[in-house]
C-alpha cells in the first residue's frame, strides 16, 4: 500500500488529479474571460444590459445541474468510468472550440452556448471523479486524497481566473490569445484522461431512466432514505450556501467597504483560494489520515467566529474618496490587514470542514449507487446556491441591510446548522464505526 503523502507520484492518483485540475482551470479561465469581454465591451451586443448578461452567463452554468445531475449519476455507476472521462474530455475540446469561435467571430450566443455546455460538461465528469476517488485509493488514502482533490480545485479556480486576465488584457481586438488558452487546456486534459487507470463498473445491469425530473426525484429520494448520506449532503450543501454568500459579496466589499480597485479584489479571492487550500492539507495532518468527522468541528466553529471577526474589521475601516491600489491597501493601517487576515481564516476553516465531508460522503456510499450519491449532492449543492442569492438579494436589496449583517446572519445560521448536524450525525457514525469493530 502506498503511503498518503505519495499521492501525488502515484500512477493510481496523478493522472485523476492533473484531469480534475485542468477541468477546473478550464471552467475559471473561459469563465473570467467571457465576464470580462461582456463587462468592457470587448464584444458588441446587443442582449441586454452588462448587469443581465452576467446574471444569465451564471444561471446557464448552474442549470445543467439541476437538469442532468441524476442522469449523470446513472451513466456514472452503469458504465466504465475511465472511459467516460474520456469522452467528456473529448467533448470540452468541442466546447472550446465553440467558445473560440464565439471569441473570434464576435458573437455573445455562441460563447453563452459555450458556457451552458462547459456547465453540462462540469455536470456529467462530477460524478465520475468523486466516485473515481473510492476506487483509485485505499480507505487511509481517501482524507489525503480529497485534500489534494479540494486544494487542486481552489488552486485551480485561483490561477483561472488570473490567466483569464491576463490572456484577454493581451488578446486586443482579436481575442486569439484566449482562444488558444482554452483549446490548450482541453486538450492537456484528455491527455491526462488518458493515463487514468481502467475502473470496474459498479452497476451494469442498470437501466437509464432518460426522464430528467424522474430520475432527479429518485435519486433525491435515494440519498435522503439513508440517513448518514443525507445527512453528510446536507453537511456539503451548507458549505456551498455559505461560501456563496461570502465569494458573491467580495467584489462590493472591495469597492463599497475597502474603497480599492478591481486588482485588490483578486488579491482577496487569492487569499480565499490559498486559505481553502492550505486547510485541505492541514486536515489530513492534524485530522489523521482515516476518514473521521474530527476537523468538521473544527471548521464549522471558524466559520462563525472568523465571520463575525471579518464584520468587526469591517466596521473599522476608514473612508476615504479615492480607490486603493493594492500597495496602498498593504500601506495603509492595520485594519486591513484583519480583513484579509479573516478572509485567509474563512478558507482555512472551509477547508477543514469540507475535506473530511467529502471523504465521508465517499466512504458511506453504496458502491453500486457511489455516483449517483454524488449526482445527488450536486443537485443539493446548486439548490442551496441558489437559496444563497435569494437570501443575500432579500438582506442587502430587498430589506437593504449592510454586508456586515448579512455576514454575521450567516455565521449564526452556520452555528445553528453545523450544531444540529453534528448532533444528528455522530452518533451515526460511532454507531458505523463500533459495528465495523465488532
Same mark, same amino acid.
Given at each position: ?39 468592457y ?6 442582449s441586454?444590459n ?22 449523470a ?8 468510468r ?15 472550440? $465553440? ?12 460563447l ?15 460524478p ?6 473510492p ?29 483569464g ?8 481586438d482579436?481575442?486569439?490569445w ?10 492537456l486534459?484528455y ?20 426522464n430528467?425530473?424522474?430520475t432527479?426525484?429518485q ?21 456551498w450556501f455559505?461560501?456563496a ?10 469597492h ?9 479584489v ?12 492550505v ?7 492534524i ?8 476537523m468538521v ?8 467566529i ?18 486603493f ?8 493601517g ?13 478558507g482555512i ?28 449532492n450536486?443537485?443539493?449543492?446548486? $439548490?442551496?446556491?441558489v ?9 442587502l436589496s430587498v ?8 455576514f ?5 445560521f ?5 450544531t444540529?448536524?453534528?448532533l ?5 457514525l ?9
Amino acid at each position: 500500500m502506498e503511503k498518503p503523502q505519495n499521492l501525488l507520484a502515484s500512477r493510481r492518483f496523478l493522472p485523476m488529479f492533473l484531469t480534475q485540475f485542468f477541468g477546473a482551470l478550464n471552467d475559471n479561465v473561459y469563465k473570467q474571460s467571457l465576464l470580462l469581454v461582456i463587462t468592457y465591451g470587448l464584444i458588441q451586443h446587443s442582449s441586454g444590459n452588462i448587469s443581465t448578461l452576467n446574471n444569465l452567463a451564471a444561471l446557464l452554468f448552474i442549470s445543467p445541474y439541476f437538469v442532468f445531475s441524476a442522469t449523470a449519476g446513472q451513466i456514472a455507476d452503469k458504465f466504465e468510468r475511465a472511459q467516460l472521462v474520456r469522452g467528456i474530455k473529448v467533448l470540452e475540446i468541442m466546447i472550446m472550440s $465553440i467558445g473560440s469561435a464565439g471569441f473570434m467571430l464576435g458573437q455573445i450566443w455562441l460563447l453563452l452556448l459555450a458556457l451552458f455546455l462547459m456547465g453540462v460538461h462540469s455536470t456529467f465528469f462530477g460524478p465520475i471523479k468523486y466516485a473515481i476517488l473510492p476506487e483509485i485509493l485505499h480507505t487511509n488514502e481517501l482524507m489525503s486524497g480529497n485534500a489534494l482533490f479540494q486544494t487542486g480545485t481552489s488552486l485551480a479556480i485561483l490561477f483561472g481566473m488570473i490567466l483569464g486576465g491576463a490572456v484577454i488584457s493581451i488578446s486586443h481586438d482579436t481575442l486569439i490569445w484566449v482562444c488558444l488558452t482554452v483549446l490548450i487546456i482541453a486538450i492537456l486534459g484528455y491527455i491526462s484522461s488518458r493515463f487514468i487507470l481502467t475502473q470496474r463498473v459498479s452497476a451494469s445491469e442498470l437501466k437509464i431512466d432518460w426522464n430528467f425530473f424522474r430520475t432527479s426525484w429518485q435519486t433525491i429520494q435515494y440519498a435522503k432514505d439513508i440517513k448518514i448520506i443525507f445527512l453528510i449532503l446536507m453537511g456539503n450543501s451548507w458549505y456551498w450556501f455559505y461560501g456563496a454568500s461570502y465569494l458573491t459579496q467580495i467584489p462590493e466589499l472591495t469597492h463599497k467597504y475597502l474603497y480599492a480597485s478591481e486588482n485588490v479584489v483578486s488579491l482577496l479571492l487569492t487569499f480565499f483560494s490559498v486559505g481553502i487550500g492550505v486547510g485541505s492539507l492541514l486536515c489530513r495532518k492534524i485530522g489523521g489520515a482515516e476518514v473521521n468527522i474530527k476537523m468538521v468541528p473544527v471548521g464549522a466553529i471558524g466559520l462563525t467566529i472568523f465571520a463575525f471577526y471579518l464584520a468587526w474589521a469591517m466596521y473599522q475601516l476608514p473612508v476615504h474618496h479615492t480607490l486603493f491600489s493594492i500597495q496602498d491597501i498593504f500601506s495603509h493601517g492595520l485594519i486591513y490587514y484583519h480583513v484579509m487576515l479573516a478572509i485567509i481564516l474563512l478558507g482555512i476553516s472551509g477547508g477543514f470542514y469540507i475535506v473530511p465531508l467529502y471523504a465521508m460522503m465517499q466512504a458511506y456510499s453504496p458502491v453500486s449507487h457511489r455516483a449517483r450519491v454524488v449526482a445527488a449532492n450536486n443537485i443539493f449543492n446548486a $439548490i442551496f446556491m441558489v437559496a444563497s442569492a435569494i437570501f443575500s438579494i432579500l438582506i442587502l436589496s430587498v430589506f437593504q441591510l449592510d454586508m456586515q449583517i448579512l455576514f454575521c446572519m450567516t455565521a449564526v445560521f452556520s452555528a445553528i446548522f453545523c450544531t444540529g448536524l453534528l448532533l444528528k450525525l455522530k452518533p451515526l457514525l460511532n454507531g458505523i464505526n463500533n459495528a465495523l469493530e465488532d
